[in-house]
């Protein structure tokens, strides 16, 4: 089953996990077969924000959550359940000045 | 007569339910995956006994006959269900033909099962007032309405609880396993909170006319005792020591008009001897053990007050040093406040209305009932009259018992 970890971390702490220790993380979970994809993202200021509402299509900057903490990042993973995908999500390194949401992908039927 | 042939029968099952419909759930969560499915076949087993049994008789290991039945009878109806007509050669007989060892005969793997449900049910993922919900209705197999009155929940809300809570455990995936021994310190926390939880909820029931709920205290007790039995860790002894000292002096701290008596002015002979020796010979095991907690070594305080024939004569020496150790492990303002207690016990009230006014300075405990109760009494002792006033008030004005609520206004009305 395949589970997306969202990396939260704030954003003077972005830089904060040296990329090499991130990188090898990565290598780690590909070499375990557990990995599917895995990016680290721009600071939310660089984002664009796409509605369509009534067929028409409107961009704004942002988006300017409450919260402090912003999408850093993400691994997605196919792990065998849960507690598998917690064991993982502990191993990225930005759980220790952020926080990682594990969620489940939920299959689309048609 | 049928009725009078069946009656038996019918004991007969009853008393293997009781006795063991937690077991058979357990086992067969595990067999079929799902909480829901392996309900409606623990229904449809039991529905197959009441038929089957008084015909054929009670079987000899009737929890493997019910594991087996539940087992049959679910997988025969997903097959109906899904329409697999070429594997429907077993389906169409309606008694159960039960001879599948495999599914139980394994003793360790069986009691694995109930650890697995435990810690399922109690896993950190899930809300923690879900994990309570869940732990009570599938572990100790309460109904839902039971649930909701002891915790002074509308049933549909706890229904809904259960619900989301087994939906999330199908959906995000959540393992039906004991976790690995790496894992084990923080999810047998999660457990131990859980069942703490279920204690209090029991003992000192937050809110409401009825100072305690004893049988939620009884389930988490059983729980408790489950776990020990289960898995013996030594803050699973400590904890079900710490339930056991506590629970021994229910007797003791209630008037018979309902009223709350404070552990000093508790009449001691009507401490239960049989818990506190339960409790303390386990405190003392997991003392033993040297790698205690929290629990363990509240136990421990809680111990030395059942040894002391009265207040004076508790070794408050003793009490201060485990308070300290309780600080070094588990540190908290609360702790702190008792710990000032204690010190008052022993050095003398003014130490300890010292200690409590450090606390409520830095800003901590401010809103907390107990803390404004505590300064109370130990003002009242020192004959500062005008400040035990104002604290009772506080203290009243902040508790929603209505039991403690009236404690503290005849103390006020003694000054």
Redesign the interface.
């Known amino acids: ?1 395949k589970y997306l970890c969202l990396v939260y971390l704030e954003e003077e702490k972005l830089r904060a996990v040296p990329a090499k220790e991130c990188m090898a993380c990565g290598d780690g979970f590909r070499k375990s077969g557990i990995l599917v994809a895995a990016e680290a993202l721009q600071p939310v200021a660089t984002a664009a924000t796409v509605r369509v509402r009534n067929g028409k299509v409107s961009i704004t900057d942002g988006p300017f959550a409450e919260t402090k903490e912003q999408l850093a990042g993400f691994y997605l993973l196919d792990a ?4 598998e995908a ?2 993982m999500a502990a191993k990225i390194p930005p759980a220790r000045e952020g926080s990682v949401e594990v969620r ?1 992908v ?1 299959e689309l039927t048609p | 007569m049928v009725v009078s042939t069946t009656d038996p029968v019918r004991e007969a099952v009853n008393a293997v339910y009781v006795e063991h419909s937690r077991r058979v759930l357990a086992t067969l969560i595990r067999l079929l995956g799902d909480f829901d499915v392996a309900e409606e076949a623990l229904h449809d087993a039991f529905k197959a006994a009441l038929e089957q049994w008084p015909r054929d008789g009670v079987p000899a290991n009737p929890r493997a006959w019910l594991v087996s039945a539940g087992r049959f009878k679910a997988i025969d109806g997903l097959r109906r269900r899904s329409r697999f007509d070429a594997l429907d050669d077993v389906g169409e007989r309606g008694d159960v033909a039960v001879i599948d060892t495999a599914a139980w005969a394994d003793e360790e793997s069986v009691d694995d099962d109930r650890l697995r449900l435990i810690f399922t049910c109690c ?1 950190p ?1 899930l809300a923690p007032d879900a994990q309570v919900a869940l732990t009570l209705r599938e572990v100790c197999g309460l109904t839902t309405e039971q649930i909701a009155q002891a915790f002074l929940t509308p049933a549909p809300t706890l229904a809904q609880r259960i619900v989301r809570a087994k939906s999330k455990i199908r ?5 039906y ?1 004991v ?1 690995t021994p790496a ?1 084990l310190p923080g999810r047998l926390d999660a457990v131990l909170r859980v069942i703490y939880l279920v204690f209090n909820e029991g003992y000192e029931a937050s809110s409401g006319e009825l100072l305690t709920r004893a049988d939620l205290s009884a389930e988490a007790i059983r729980l408790g005792r489950l776990l020990a039995e289960l898995l013996p860790e030594p803050e699973v002894l400590g904890l079900l020591a710490l339930m056991l000292l506590h629970e021994s002096r229910r007797e003791a701290r209630t008037s018979p008009a309902g009223e709350l008596v404070r552990l000093d002015d508790q009449d001691r002979s009507r401490w239960d001897r049989t818990m506190i020796a339960e409790g303390t010979g386990l405190v003392e095991q997991a003392l033993l053990s040297r790698r205690c907690g929290a629990y363990t070594i509240q136990a421990a305080i809680s111990a030395v007050h059942s040894e002391a024939a009265d207040a004076a004569a508790t070794d408050w020496n003793e009490i201060v040093g485990l308070y300290d150790a309780l600080l070094r492990t588990d540190p908290s303002p609360i702790v702190e406040l008792n710990r000032a207690v204690a010190v008052a016990m022993r050095d003398g009230a003014d130490a300890g209305v010292k200690l409590i006014d450090d606390i409520l300075a830095r800003g901590d405990l401010v809103d907390y009932r107990l803390a404004h109760a505590a300064r109370a009494d130990l003002c009242r002792r020192l004959g500062r009259v005008n400040d035990a006033r104002a604290a009772y008030e506080r203290a009243i004005a902040l508790t929603k018992q209505d039991p403690e609520r009236r404690f503290l206004e005849r103390q006020l009305g003694k000054l």
């Not at chain 1, 065998?80 to 507690?83: A, E, K, M, P, T």
């Not at chain 2, 959906?171 to 393992?175: Q, T």
């Open positions: 089953m065998r359940d849960l507690n917690i064991h489940p939920r | 896993h993922a959906e995000a995936r959540i393992p396993q976790p894992e």
